[in-house]
Every structure is written in structure tokens, then in C-alpha cells.
């Protein structure tokens, strides 16, 4: 049997405090709350899913950090991510939203977002929830990584939730941004091992119920 890969001390960032973090959430305090309260809990709020899965189109190219920073402007300038609302905007709102400044200013990420709104609707149609599609794309065994080194940047279940959504119409949603996505709301626990918060999200997954 092969031996387990070891934490880094790179990998793990300890407050002053004795607490171990992965190494991705640094000291800032926003970061660190979006750590220890967010990141990897499960999600089955379509209207949040849907806010998640955008947000991580607009964050390519750029830091998390940097979208985090701006997620209340981000609800505030697209109706707290309701797609139903969202999916009415018009060439009026993109323009608005190009002009502001609180948020990223990328007309193509803008405009997909009214687009993934609409496909969104659809979806509902054919699934019921987008809860419910989504985690059907949840991996039949979980990693557990001990390292940054066995984070991955995509599977083959984020490139098949890529090609499924973009074969739905939606857009910036490539293998990346779905992986992303499904570390973020709980489909996997990609927190390190010796991190301690990696213990709560597999409770948490544990007691999840799937749509």
C-alpha cells in the first residue's frame, strides 16, 4: 500500500490561534469567514447555484478573492442572482452593468449571465430544480486530499457537467469553472485533510439529503 502523502507546511496556513487552514484562504478576514463558513458545504438553494455557477464564470482570468470582494455588488446590479429576474434583463441592463465599476465590467461574462438566466428556466422545466440536475454530477467517491498537489483543477465529472451544460446553451462554464463550482457547494470535499474544517464538511455531506 502506498503511503500517504504528507501535508506541507506550505499547504496548511496556522493563525495565531493553533488553527489549520488550507493554504488558499491566506489571513484576509473575508477570505478566511468564506473558509470556515462556505466553501464546500452543500448547496441545494437553485437561486444560490445559480449565483455560484456565474460567479465562477466571471472569476476566470482573475482571483476569488477578487469576485468575493465583490459579491454584494454583484447581487445588488443582478437582482441577488433570481434568474427569473435576470433572464428578463435587456441590452439596457448590460449596459448598466458595464458602467459599474463595483463590479467586473466583461460585457461577454455579462451577457452570459441573462443567457445561463433564461437556460436556467429551462432547465427547471426539465428537471425540476437545478439542485437536482446539478448534483447529479456529484462523484461516486470523494479524494480526500492531503495536499495542494491532489487538488485537482478539473475531473471527468466537471468536463461532463461542462459539456452538458454548454450543450444546454450555457456559457463560461468550462471543465475548471465546474469543478470550481462543485468544490464550492459540496459535491466534493477538496479541504485538506489536516485542515479543520475537512472533518465538518464530511458531516455536513454525510447528513446532506440529494435533491
Not at 488553527?19 to 463558513?37: A, F, M, T
Not at 466553501?39 to 482570468?61: I, N, T
Request: proline share 5%.
Amino acid at each position: 500500500m502506498a503511503k500517504p502523502t504528507p501535508t506541507k507546511p506550505a499547504d496548511l496556513i496556522v493563525d495565531p490561534q493553533r488553527v489549520g487552514r488550507c493554504w488558499w484562504c491566506g489571513d484576509d478576514p473575508l477570505y478566511v469567514e468564506y473558509h470556515d463558513q462556505q466553501w464546500g458545504r452543500p448547496l441545494d438553494d437553485d437561486q444560490r447555484l445559480f449565483e455560484k455557477v456565474c460567479l465562477e464564470g466571471f472569476q476566470a482570468g482573475l482571483s476569488w478573492i477578487t469576485i468575493l470582494r465583490k459579491r454584494e455588488s454583484f447581487r445588488q446590479g443582478f437582482a441577488d442572482f433570481d434568474f427569473h429576474q435576470v433572464a428578463l434583463f435587456d441590452t439596457s441592463d448590460v449596459d448598466r452593468l458595464v458602467a459599474d465599476a463595483s463590479i467586473v465590467r466583461h460585457r461577454g461574462k455579462i451577457e452570459s449571465t441573462i443567457n445561463n438566466a433564461k437556460r436556467a428556466i429551462e432547465m427547471l422545466d426539465e428537471f425540476g430544480s437545478l439542485a437536482k440536475y446539478f448534483w447529479s454530477f456529484e462523484p461516486p467517491s470523494q479524494r480526500s486530499p492531503r495536499s495542494r498537489d491532489e487538488v485537482a483543477a478539473k475531473t471527468e465529472e466537471s468536463t461532463r457537467l461542462s459539456k452538458s451544460l454548454k450543450k444546454r446553451g450555457w456559457s463560461f462554464v468550462g471543465p475548471t469553472t465546474c469543478y470550481a463550482f462543485m468544490q464550492a457547494t459540496g459535491m466534493v470535499n477538496d479541504h485538506l485533510q489536516s485542515c479543520h474544517q475537512w472533518q465538518s464538511i464530511q458531516e455536513a455531506r454525510k447528513t446532506f439529503t440529494r435533491p
